[in-house]
């Protein structure tokens, strides 16, 4: 695509709609302007006996009369501060804090004579005490950084007594909390929350984060997740994850504390759940319970992609999908509630226990039930633009499902002795899922007219039954720098599927005809894997250190294929279709060999990998003469890492079998106008990947700048030929279509700001761009395709007090499709989306809050069956009344003017798709929520602690 498009494309957007941009424009700019005019302090901080400067020492300015906390700063490498944006003519108290040393103290008053003042050198005294015994209530240092240990203390940032930890983590520096609920730390991504050290649901992070009050919490610890190089095999790849560990107030280490709620509304909407928590020492229970049908699980469960903890609660793949309505979770193929689209009835129960009966050993058991009965009626619209005309096919359906699943998990960390320990995991997983779905899908061309019609019902039975184990063992080698693990797990899994298809098939051209349709259609495809890994580390020096590693791993999998018709009855499905059936059988045996140098000299690290990898591959066919296919592929592949400062560059080589799935063939003709073929004929995918990611943080501003870069390139990839006929039949083939290659580029800069008068603000910017060259396969027809996606977003927080706060947000995406004017089939086509949206939150005393956010999207792809735009309210006002305000009335309001559309617009290579379903539109819901707890402040304060369940 040429300079000119590119220009000629965002002028029309930025005109279009530039009546949206001046007001996010204006506030920038009044921003900047405000936090120009203040007060400040500046210094630098020593060690009082070498005069060197303390670097991340907190310096933090109180009011003095009540001790609140006004703002803070971080000092540099040479130990040097400074402290904007203070207010004027009150008395201030300023308080400096490093980890093993005793605090400096001083007041002061900044007026328009005196606008800012010189402390000099300020030196500080080691302190033979731990710096928390020192420290006067009356006034808490906000952060402390203890080695590779970064501290909040909680109590230094105020929330409201309704507060979640959620809302606390918010309020933190350097740390971002998504719409989602996802947290990041600096950039880096939280895999794990503790709740003191200890797991909680499973590392399900969600259900400490928007379940625990925040005035629970004592401290916010922040720590690299260094077991990330241990259990999940990224051996030194890149930089880490987060871990943040909550500390509880004294008092709470024995006691009870939950919430229940209960909530009813207009259109049959209700909820009801209920958690309950209880601490004795070492040993903690947790019990949840909801029901609800407003699309979504009511202590978000439905909320786990970042939650990689679940990994070593002996859980696998997981994953979320957001949609017009709401949002859903799948964790190894279960729904823990909500639903993106239709109306979903969720249900689901669960407890989790943890145990820890001495220092070296924990013990952790999970149980969870849930279950989904979700109705979607829909109706869609997929484009595919041809030079001689559009191919449109229209789908109206309606659609039940029902999902149960049962998952059982539990595990132990046991520490041997201080140079070696031992983990278990092991999991089962039961599922079924039920779908009934009527539909009437029609092809036609705009030049032609009408090609075919499709109209009938399919049932469909799927189970799941997945059992897995994994025992880790570590030792590190006495007096050296030596360390040695091993590893073994298994997994085994089945999931038979059961599908009937029953429809009238009508061909309206070329010539009219018509096709009763009744088939079932069994699938399985179970699988089994059983490994073992080996890993030995050492260390030379502080320059040079290599480790070896070493896994072998044996699946054995497959996919059987069953297809059978009616017999002349008509009645049962009896008769076998040979042509359709099929089993396929897999065996693949993989070895790993990998041997690492790292050199490491200041800031600057190198680590090149190089890996022996052998797989055999062994496929077997039922139906074929010649049944077996065998690849044995021996592979030398380069890994590479380094690191300067900062900054992390990887650069990694993959070569990875075509999964079965694409290879049986058998043809699925569930839906006979769109039907999926498999190739036994496909080849092995190689890939090689190089990223690179930067993160930088200025802890005087409060400044972050994240970029991350991905450039990935495939051959041998696996791509879909699409056949069209006359009739608007689709069938899909997968074949191995030469070289691809996908770019990516994300920036993001955000940054805080506190100016006088208790207001504060701040703002993200981000930008995302990314370019794809693939192939499209069309009939006999192969030529290239060109994508391009950007994406530029803008954010701001403006906080009065934490009385007032207006969150405005605005994104405008451009997605294009450019094909070579040659190809005589495609042309190009763009999707253009503005998503405009935000909350405005108003807290009038520490009894009542209200809450109003909106929507707005629009897209540039339209239908003559939906609107091409949506817009959605919602507010919501909470009272909160009794001892410590521990119970909350809610009425919330759900799209108060009754405008949101479910309507959601696709682009791929080849199409454009627009969607539309039945949504949750306007109701009202009054909803009560009871904080359950067994202390008081005063009691936590001294220390004692309450034998009562209930305290009102």
């Given at each position: 695509?040429?300079?000119?498009?590119?220009?000629?494309?965002?002028?029309?957007?930025?005109?279009?709609?530039?009546?949206?941009?001046?007001?996010?424009?204006?506030?920038?700019?009044?921003?900047?302007?405000?936090?120009?005019?203040?007060?400040?302090?500046?210094?630098?901080?020593?060690?009082?006996?070498?005069?060197?400067?303390?670097?991340l020492a907190t310096i933090a300015v109180y009011d003095a009369k009540d001790t609140s906390i006004i703002k803070y700063r971080l000092s540099d490498t040479k130990g040097a501060f400074k402290v904007p944006s203070l207010p004027e003519g009150i008395l201030l108290r300023l308080l400096i804090t490093v980890a093993?040393?005793?605090p400096y103290r001083k007041e002061f008053i900044l007026t328009s004579a005196i606008p800012s003042i010189d402390f000099g050198i300020v030196a500080l005294k080691?302190?033979?005490?731990?710096?928390?015994?020192?420290?006067?209530?009356?006034?808490?240092?906000?952060?402390?950084?203890?080695?590779?240990?970064?501290?909040?203390?909680?109590?230094?940032?105020?929330?409201?007594?309704?507060?979640?930890?959620?809302?606390?983590?918010?309020?933190?520096?350097?740390?971002?909390?998504?719409?989602?609920?996802?947290?990041?730390?600096?950039?880096?991504?939280?895999?794990?929350?503790?709740?003191?050290?200890?797991?909680?649901?499973?590392?399900?992070?969600?259900?400490?984060?928007?379940?625990?009050?925040?005035?629970?919490i004592d401290?916010?610890?922040?720590?690299?997740?260094?077991?990330?190089?241990?259990?999940?095999?990224?051996?030194?790849?890149?930089?880490?994850?987060?871990?943040?560990?909550?500390?509880?107030?004294?008092?709470?280490?024995?006691?009870?504390?939950?919430?229940?709620?209960?909530?009813?509304?207009?259109?049959?909407?209700?909820?009801?759940?209920?958690?309950?928590?209880?601490?004795?020492?070492?040993?903690?229970?947790?019990?949840?319970?909801?029901?609800?049908?407003?699309?979504?699980?009511?202590?978000?469960?439905?909320?786990?992609?970042?939650?990689?903890?679940?990994?070593?609660?002996?859980?696998?793949?997981?994953?979320?999908?957001?949609?017009?309505?709401?949002?859903?979770?799948?964790?190894?193929?279960?729904?823990?509630?909500?639903?993106?689209?239709?109306?979903?009835?969720?249900?689901?129960?669960?407890a989790n226990l943890n145990h820890a009966p001495s220092k070296d050993l924990s013990l952790f058991a999970q149980y969870f039930y849930n279950s989904n009965l979700n109705e979607v009626i829909s109706s869609n619209t997929t484009t595919i633009p041809l030079v001689n005309g559009f191919n449109?096919?229209?789908?109206?359906?309606?659609?039940?499902?029902?999902?149960?699943?049962?998952?059982?998990?539990?595990?132990?960390?046991?520490?041997?002795?201080?140079?070696?320990?031992?983990?278990?995991?092991?999991?089962?997983?039961?599922?079924?899922?039920?779908?009934?779905?009527?539909?009437?899908?029609?092809?036609?061309?705009?030049?032609?007219?009408?090609?075919?019609?499709?109209?009938?019902?399919?049932?469909?039975?799927?189970?799941?039954?997945?059992?897995?184990?994994?025992?880790?063992?570590?030792?590190?080698?006495?007096?050296?720098?030596?360390?040695?693990?091993?590893?073994?797990?298994?997994?085994?899994?089945?999931?038979?599927?059961?599908?009937?298809?029953?429809?009238?098939?009508?061909?309206?051209?070329?010539?009219?005809?018509?096709?009763?349709?009744?088939?079932?259609?069994?699938?399985?495809?179970?699988?089994?894997?059983?490994?073992?890994?080996?890993?030995?580390?050492?260390?030379?020096?502080?320059?040079?250190?290599?480790?070896?590693?070493?896994?072998?791993?044996?699946t054995i999998s497959?996919?059987?294929?069953?297809?059978?018709?009616?017999?002349?009855?008509?009645?049962?499905?009896?008769s076998l279709i040979l042509s359709g059936t099929n089993d396929l059988r897999r065996q693949l045996d993989m070895f790993k060999g990998d041997v690492n140098l790292v050199w490491k000299i200041n800031k600057i690290r190198l680590r090149t990998s190089f890996v022996l990898q052998n797989q055999l591959i062994n496929d077997k066919y039922s139906n074929f003469n010649n049944n077996h296919f065998i690849q044995n592929l021996t592979n030398v592949l380069l890994n590479m890492s380094l690191t300067i400062n900062k900054i992390n560059m990887q650069y990694y080589q993959r070569v990875e079998a075509p999964s079965i799935n694409n290879l049986i063939p058998v043809a699925d003709n569930s839906n006979p106008f769109q039907v999926?073929?498999?190739?036994?004929?496909?080849?092995?995918?190689?890939?090689?990947?190089?990223?690179?990611?930067?993160?930088?943080?200025?802890?005087?501003?409060?400044?972050?700048?994240?970029?991350i870069t991905n450039s990935s390139f495939y051959s041998n990839p696996v791509i879909n030929r699409l056949s069209i006929d006359s009739s608007g039949l689709q069938t899909y083939t997968p074949e191995n279509a030469g070289n691809i290659f996908s770019h990516s580029v994300s920036i993001n800069y955000s940054r805080k700001y506190r100016a006088k008068n208790g207001f504060s603000f701040g703002y993200n910017t981000g930008f995302f761009g990314s370019y794809d060259f693939s192939r499209v396969l069309i009939d006999e027809n192969s030529f290239t395709a060109n994508q391009f996606s950007q994406n530029i977003s803008l954010s701001i927080n403006l906080n009065f007090n934490n009385k007032f706060e207006i969150l405005p947000q605005y994104r405008i995406g451009l997605s294009q499709s450019r094909f070579p004017a040659s190809n005589k089939i495609l042309n190009n086509f763009n999707l253009v989306t503005n998503d405009i949206g935000g909350s405005i939150i108003y807290r009038p005393s520490t009894s009542i809050a209200i809450t109003t956010n909106f929507r707005y999207i629009q897209q540039s792809v339209s239908s003559p069956i939906v609107p091409p735009n949506s817009f959605v309210t919602n507010a919501d006002i909470t009272y909160s009344f009794l001892q410590s305000r521990r119970a909350q009335l809610k009425l919330y309001l759900n799209d108060v003017f009754n405008t949101n559309r479910g309507v959601t617009g696709s682009i791929t290579e080849r199409a454009t798709s627009v969607t539309n379903s039945n949504i949750l539109n306007r109701y009202f819901l009054l909803s009560f929520y009871y904080d359950i707890r067994d202390w008081s402040k005063r009691k936590i304060e001294s220390g004692e602690i309450s034998n009562k369940l209930f305290r009102f």
């Open positions: 695509m040429s300079l000119p498009l590119w220009i000629y494309t965002y002028k029309n957007v930025i005109l279009k709609h530039m009546l949206r941009i001046p007001f996010f424009l204006l506030l920038f700019f009044l921003i900047q302007n405000l936090s120009a005019q203040t007060l400040s302090i500046n210094g630098i901080v020593v060690d009082s006996a070498t005069k060197k400067g303390l670097n093993g040393y005793e080691t302190s033979e005490k731990q710096l928390d015994e020192v420290v006067v209530f009356s006034e808490i240092p906000p952060v402390l950084f203890k080695k590779d240990t970064i501290e909040f203390n909680a109590a230094s940032f105020k929330t409201l007594p309704t507060a979640l930890v959620d809302d606390l983590l918010k309020k933190l520096p350097g740390v971002e909390v998504g719409d989602d609920g996802s947290i990041q730390v600096q950039g880096r991504p939280v895999t794990r929350i503790l709740v003191d050290g200890k797991q909680f649901f499973g590392g399900n992070y969600k259900m400490a984060t928007r379940n625990l009050p925040a005035n629970l401290k916010v610890q922040v720590v690299d997740d260094t077991e990330q190089y241990e259990f999940e095999n990224v051996r030194r790849e890149g930089p880490l994850s987060k871990v943040i560990n909550l500390t509880f107030k004294k008092g709470v280490k024995r006691g009870f504390f939950g919430r229940a709620y209960l909530g009813g509304g207009t259109n049959e909407r209700n909820e009801l759940g209920a958690l309950l928590n209880m601490f004795r020492d070492t040993l903690q229970l947790s019990l949840v319970g909801y029901k609800n049908n407003l699309n979504r699980s009511s202590f978000s469960l439905q909320d786990l992609s970042e939650a990689g903890g679940f990994n070593r609660s002996g859980m696998g793949s997981f994953g979320s999908t957001y949609g017009v309505s709401g949002q859903r979770i799948n964790i190894n193929g279960i729904a823990f509630g909500g639903g993106t689209t239709g109306i979903n009835n969720s249900q689901g129960i669960g449109i096919s229209n789908t109206v359906s309606a659609m039940n499902t029902i999902e149960r699943s049962n998952n059982l998990n539990g595990g132990l960390n046991w520490r041997l002795d201080s140079l070696s320990r031992i983990q278990l995991r092991i999991g089962y997983v039961s599922q079924l899922n039920l779908l009934s779905n009527n539909s009437n899908q029609g092809f036609k061309n705009d030049q032609i007219g009408n090609l075919s019609n499709f109209n009938g019902d399919l049932f469909s039975n799927d189970s799941v039954k997945r059992f897995n184990y994994s025992i880790f063992y570590s030792r590190r080698i006495a007096n050296s720098k030596k360390s040695f693990s091993m590893s073994h797990s298994y997994i085994n899994n089945n999931n038979p599927l059961s599908q009937i298809t029953e429809s009238i098939n009508t061909i309206i051209f070329p010539q009219i005809g018509s096709q009763v349709f009744e088939q079932l259609r069994r699938t399985n495809t179970p699988s089994s894997s059983i490994s073992g890994s080996v890993y030995f580390e050492n260390v030379f020096n502080k320059y040079l250190s290599y480790y070896i590693s070493s896994r072998y791993e044996r497959g996919k059987q294929v069953q297809t059978v018709t009616k017999s002349t009855n008509g009645l049962v499905y009896d999926i073929n498999g190739n036994r004929l496909l080849q092995p995918i190689r890939s090689s990947t190089f990223n690179t990611s930067a993160n930088f943080v200025n802890n005087k501003t409060g400044a972050m700048l994240i970029i």
